[in-house]
């Protein structure tokens, strides 16, 4: 069974860092481009990352392009996301998402998703 | 970047037809896949239509996607409406640049 956990979301002030994980278990994660996607409270969902397979090609929406960063280690099954330069309008829930197309290839496709981590960002 | 426009909210009684649109901004909607996820409220959305038109396993056949290039815009079809359908649906697509965009998502009521 294909399973994605998210963590490392909590509280942090306006200028902080955090970096969230996505354990992903049930399939092999080298073998699948991967995504973030956010939730604002009471909002809709919002496109944030894309990386490759191997971590060779990443892609990032402008809100956060230059803040965040998107990588993985394929050796631990996890998925990261380095968040900097957090502001208020960061605050979500973060999920991970996974590619449906498989390796060196994307779909745009999310065919599984996480439970979500929430980050709050507040003084 | 071009924008994806749905409708805010959608009500009908069970065992209706309903159809949420989703209306590209800019470029062709046949020009890249659309999907739908579906998210029940305090869970994580899951995919009942991909490639337009494609049913995940174990999503049932009331469920239907569809284009109209004359409108640019891509079509959710439920039928036969079930309370467990109440959910907020969005759509979503890409370009050739990678921008992937969401639709603002659409609240389903089954009254």
């Known amino acids: 069974e294909v399973q994605l956990v998210e963590s490392g979301g909590g509280l942090v002030q306006p200028g902080g860092s955090l970096r969230l994980s996505c354990a992903a278990s049930?399939?092999?994660?080298?073998?699948?481009?991967m995504h973030w996607v956010r939730q604002a409270p009471g909002k809709g969902l919002e496109y944030v990352s894309t990386?490759?397979?191997?971590?060779?090609?990443?892609f990032y929406a402008d809100s956060v392009k230059g803040r965040f960063t998107i990588s993985r280690d394929n050796s631990k099954n996890t998925l990261y996301l380095q968040m900097g330069s957090l502001r208020t309008e960061d605050m979500a829930v973060y999920y991970c998402?996974?590619?449906?197309?498989?390796?060196?290839?994307?779909?745009?496709?999310?065919?599984?998703w996480g439970q979500g981590t929430l980050v709050t960002v507040s003084s | 970047n071009f924008m994806l426009t749905q409708p805010h909210s959608v009500s009908e009684s069970p065992g209706k037809t309903i159809t949420i649109s989703c209306t590209r901004s800019?470029?062709?909607?046949?020009?890249?896949?659309v999907q739908w996820y579906q998210q029940r409220p305090g869970s994580s959305p899951t995919s009942v239509i991909y490639?337009?038109?494609?049913?995940p396993s174990g999503v049932p056949d009331r469920f239907s996607g569809s284009l109209d290039t004359s409108s640019n815009s891509a079509s959710l079809t439920i039928s036969g409406l079930k309370t467990e359908d109440e959910a907020d649906y969005y759509c979503?697509?890409?370009?050739?640049?990678?921008?992937?965009?969401f639709g603002g998502g659409t609240r389903l009521t089954v009254l």
């Open positions: 990386i490759g397979s191997n971590g060779g090609s990443t």
């Open positions: 979503q697509s890409y370009d050739s640049n990678s921008h992937v965009v």
């Open positions: 998402a996974r590619d449906s197309c498989g390796s060196n290839c994307y779909s745009y496709y999310f065919d599984f």
């Open positions: 049930g399939f092999t994660l080298g073998s699948y481009s």
């Open positions: 800019s470029g062709s909607i046949a020009g890249n896949y």
């Open positions: 490639e337009d038109n494609q049913r």
